[in-house]
Structure formats: structure tokens, C-alpha cells
């Protein structure tokens, strides 16, 4: 596909999150069970990562399960973790064949115990994949990282290795889960709603947002493109005046 009418490909973003949302109203317009939506999210989801290995994207980062999901119906619960395990081992072997690393954040131990050794077994085999690193937030909410991340530093100032007065951005950024990822420098969320939902709240400090009224099932990488041609318009000033840039 030329994707060169879309964005100028020498300008792409390093990293791209999606809060991909909407699964549920759309197997709702389409009469069926909200479990449907989510199977046909995954259809994006393969899409949308076929897309940015295409573009060579670095990094794309899917909001697939928050802490607060775990208080939806057991039924849509239950639905969802099978279709992550089966998603996930059906898929190993094409993040493989195009070369994708997978990654993943959030309380993997929450999950359930086949869950959760899925994704242990999908991100060894394709550690040393050196195109598209896919990150998965998996019961992941950005309150409980943080938390998360002043409970070692906290253990570490008491244990000596870390001085109060050292403690920085830098320093503190390296206690979060995403410490090795480049900051997203763009954050879709597609179904209409103008919301973070508890997604990388740090990490988005100067993030580009781009909402669209799209479904999650009806996101293709054509809206992916077209989003990144999207963020190539804007002025990124981080606090300077227009002339300074
Ligand atoms: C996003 O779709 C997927 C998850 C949160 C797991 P939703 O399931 O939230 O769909 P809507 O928002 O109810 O339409
Ligand atoms: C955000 O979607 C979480 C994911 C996409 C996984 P939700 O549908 O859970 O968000 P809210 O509750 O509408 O804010
Ligand atoms: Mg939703």
C-alpha cells in the first residue's frame, strides 16, 4: 500500500498507544453478544500491527484489559482471557515470521495462570525480534504502576541505594514498567470518548491525542495512517513560543 499519501514517512512518530475501545457497542449494533465485538477487535488488532510493521514503527503500545475491567460481568471476563490465550499462541508464529518483539505491562500475575504463561512463552519466543516492539497492557492501569513504582523506590531509599536528594524524573522513570520505552509520542483512543482511562498518565505528559468516532472493530491501518498524518500537522511547542521553534 502507499501509505506515502497519508504521512510523510521520514517524520513517524516513535511510539503510538491506542486505547482501543468500542468493542462493546459494536457487536451491540450489530445484535450480537459484547464477546463478539471483542473477537472482532482482534481483527484490528492484526491489521493495525501488520500496518506499523509495514510503516516501521518502533513502537505500538494496545490498552487491552484496565484494573477496572476486572469489575465488568464474570461472563465477559472469562470470554476475554480465553480469547487473549488462544489469540495469543495462534499469533507467536506470525510475530515471528514479521519479526515483532512482544512486550507486555501491567499485573501480569492477575491474570489468569494460563493467561499469563501464554504471554511468559509469546514474549521469550520473540525477544530477540529487531522490528516492531508490541507492548500489551494487560490489567494494566497506570495509578497501580506508579504505585507500583514508588514501592521500590521507596525500598530502596530505606535500604540505602537511593538518595532522597538524587531522586529525579529520570530516576523515577526508571522504576515504571515502561522504563525502557520511549515515551508514545502519540495516543489514539477510537469510540468517541475523550478519556484516558487510567493510560500511562506519566508517559502521556506531552503526547499528541487523536480521538476518532470509529469503533475499535472498524479501525483498520488506514485510520492508523491517517492518524499519523494527523499528529505530521501539528506544532509540538513543549512550552516554547511558536518563534522559538
Ligand atoms: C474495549 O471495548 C475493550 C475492552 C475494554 C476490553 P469495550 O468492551 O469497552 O466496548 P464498549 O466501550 O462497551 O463499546
Ligand atoms: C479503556 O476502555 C480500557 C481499555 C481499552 C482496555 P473502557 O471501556 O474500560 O473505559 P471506560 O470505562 O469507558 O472509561
Ligand atoms: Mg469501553
Known amino acids: 500500500m502507499d501509505y506515502t499519501s497519508f504521512f510523510n514517512k521520514d517524520l513517524l512518530p516513535k511510539h503510538i498507544a491506542i486505547i482501543m475501545d ?6 451491540k449494533n450489530h445484535n450480537k453478544p459484547r464477546i463478539f465485538g471483542h473477537k472482532n477487535g482482534v481483527l484490528s488488532v492484526r491489521d493495525v ?22 469489575n465488568r460481568p464474570k461472563v465477559e471476563i472469562t470470554a476475554l482471557m480465553q480469547l487473549l490465550v488462544n489469540t495469543i499462541s495462534k ?8 519479526n515483532v518483539r512482544l512486550l507486555a505491562i501491567g499485573d501480569l500475575q492477575s491474570l489468569p495462570g494460563n493467561c499469563e504463561k501464554e504471554m511468559l512463552k509469546a514474549i521469550e ?14 490489567s494494566y492501569s497506570s495509578k497501580w ?6 514501592k521500590k523506590l521507596a ?11 538524587n531522586i529525579n524524573e529520570t530516576v523515577f522513570k526508571n522504576y515504571l514498567q515502561t522504563h525502557d520505552i520511549p515515551d508514545p509520542e502519540l495516543l489514539i483512543r477510537t469510540s468517541g470518548e475523550s478519556r484516558i482511562s487510567n493510560f500511562l498518565l506519566w508517559q502521556i505528559a506531552y503526547s499528541e491525542l487523536y480521538f476518532t468516532e470509529k469503533l475499535w472493530p472498524d479501525f483498520r491501518k ?11 500537522q501539528r506544532e509540538r511547542r513543549f512550552g516554547l513560543t511558536s518563534e522559538q521553534l
Do not use: C, M, P
Not at 22 to 27: D, E, H, L, Q
Open 22 to 27: 468500542g468493542n462493546g457497542r459494536w457487536a
Open 49 to 70: 500491527v501488520e500496518g506499523a510493521g509495514e510503516i516501521g514503527l518502533n513502537y505500538l503500545t494496545l490498552y487491552a484489559f484496565s484494573t477496572e475491567n476486572w
Open 91 to 98: 499469533e507467536v508464529k506470525s510475530l515471528n515470521d514479521s
Open 125 to 138: 519466543k520473540t525477544k530477540n525480534n529487531t522490528g516492531l516492539t508490541l507492548v500489551l497492557a494487560l
Open 145 to 150: 504502576e506508579i504505585v507500583q513504582a514508588v
Open 155 to 165: 525500598a530502596d531509599v530505606k535500604n540505602n541505594q537511593l538518595d532522597i536528594n
Open 222 to 232: 488506514e485510520d492508523l495512517f491517517k492518524a499519523i498524518g494527523d499528529f505530521q
